[in-house]
Structures are given as structure tokens and as C-alpha cells.
T-cell receptor, first 110, second 116 residues
Framework: GQQVMQIPQYQHVQEGEDFTTYCNSSTTLSNIQWYKQRPGGHPVFLIQLVKSGEVKKQKRLTFQFGEAKKNSSLHITATQTTDVGTYFCAGLGNTGKLIFGQGTTLQVKP | DTEVTQTPKHLVMGMTNKKSLKCEQHMGHRAMYWYKQKAKKPPELMFVYSYEKLSINESVPSRFSPECPNSSLLNLHLHALQPEDSALYLC???????????????FGPGTRLTVL
């Protein structure tokens, strides 16, 4: 079936370093959504990308959607301790359902 | 108001108990969802309601029974659960006017369920 692979599974960074998580789909996606889940919390919507090659920025966060609409990335510049959590991508596939990646858990050392 | 509320926050139940989880949203959303999330895993879709009708059941065991009494409320009735059903149960909603998954999903805080 349709899958969305997300890497890395875990990332430990020093505060101030950059961080990137990547998602790859086996098939073309209609859109891709990104969520952040803090430890003990629930997923919170960050952004949705729809167009091929789309790039969106939210302060220190940069989201990209690949030209083929099969891959996406989230890049955080100069991480802060408040960035700690698990970041999930979720792609809308040809099944009409949202397919979540496995998530990347970010730890930031102060 | 972009809030989805869920009650209770925590629930401990025995395998013979019957309990219900409740979810409420007042955003006028037409699609509502139940997800199950195990530790360190992504949310796993269970059910989708669209315009108060069940549109997707992801082959969930019958010991989980969803109900949508009206457009703002979503319940999940639990009966004869197993210890492996222990998880965080998340409710979500989206505008869902065109199709269920094209719009942003707003998640509730979840109910942390423990089955003894």
C-alpha cells in the first residue's frame, strides 16, 4: 500500500544548530501536512503544502514540497529548546486518506 | 475558536467494563475522526464521520463502536477491551466540505486509556 517514509527517526542537536526532517512517498501526493507533537501532548497543525515545488516559511521553520509532489522537508534554523517534540508529515494520497510518516523526534540540548 | 475538546483526559478500565470517550467541536466542521496513537508512533486512523455519517471504518474491531449524535459531538463506545488497546485516543475535526482529508485537521488533547 501507499507509504510515507520519514527520516531520521531521532535527532539530537545542540541549541542553535539546524535541524531537518525528510518525508518521501511511494506515490504522488495531493498535499502534505506537517504536525508537531510535544511530549505528552497532541498533534498540532503547522502547515499544509499543495503546489509542486512550494516553499513556505514560518519564522525559523522552512517547509518544502518537491517538484514531483512525492517528497517534503521541514528545516528549522537555529533550534531552540522550545522546538523539542515529534514532527510528523502526513500526505494525502490516492486512497483519499491521510498517511502519516513515522515521525522525527527532536531533542535539543541547551 | 479552533478547539476540539475530549473527555475524560485519562481512563482506566477493566476488560469487562463499558465506557465511552467523548469529543466536541464548535467550529462547524463537517468531518470528525477517531485516531489511536501508541507511544512513539504516528496516529492511526480508526473512523471518519462526514456530515454525521460514518464514511470510513479502518477495519476496527467491534469492541470499538463510534457514534455521532450531532454535528458537534463524536463518541467512541468501548466494550470488552484488551490490554493491547491501551493507547492515546485522539479525536480530530476538519472542515470536510469537499472531502474529508483535504483540509487541516484539528486534534483534541486525547484520552489516555489504560486497559487492565
Amino acid at each position: 500500500g501507499q507509504q510515507v517514509m520519514q527520516i531520521p527517526q531521532y535527532q539530537h542537536v545542540q541549541e542553535g544548530e539546524d535541524f531537518t526532517t525528510y518525508c518521501n512517498s511511494s506515490t504522488t501526493l495531493s498535499n502534505i501536512q506537517w504536525y508537531k507533537q510535544r511530549p505528552g501532548g497532541h498533534p498540532v497543525f503547522l502547515i499544509q503544502l499543495v503546489k509542486s515545488g512550494e516553499v513556505k516559511k514560518q519564522k525559523r521553520l522552512t517547509f518544502q514540497f518537491g517538484e514531483a509532489k512525492k517528497n517534503s522537508s521541514l528545516h528549522i534554523t537555529a533550534t531552540q529548546t522550545t522546538d523539542v517534540g515529534t514532527y510528523f508529515c502526513a500526505g494525502l494520497g490516492n486512497t483519499g486518506k491521510l498517511i502519516f510518516g513515522q515521525g522525527t523526534t527532536l531533542q535539543v540540548k541547551p | 475558536d479552533t478547539e476540539v475538546t475530549q473527555t475524560p483526559k485519562h481512563l482506566v478500565m477493566g476488560m469487562t467494563n463499558k465506557k465511552s470517550l467523548k469529543c466536541e467541536q464548535h467550529m462547524g466542521h463537517r468531518a470528525m475522526y477517531w485516531y489511536k496513537q501508541k507511544a512513539k508512533k504516528p496516529p492511526e486512523l480508526m473512523f471518519v464521520y462526514s456530515y454525521e455519517k460514518l464514511s470510513i471504518n479502518e477495519s476496527v474491531p467491534s469492541r470499538f463502536s463510534p457514534e455521532c449524535p450531532n454535528s458537534s459531538l463524536l463518541n467512541l463506545h468501548l466494550h470488552a477491551l484488551q490490554p493491547e488497546d491501551s493507547a492515546l485516543y485522539l479525536c480530530a475535526s476538519s472542515q470536510g466540505e469537499v472531502s474529508e482529508f483535504t483540509d487541516t485537521q484539528y486534534f483534541g488533547p486525547g484520552t489516555r486509556l489504560t486497559v487492565l
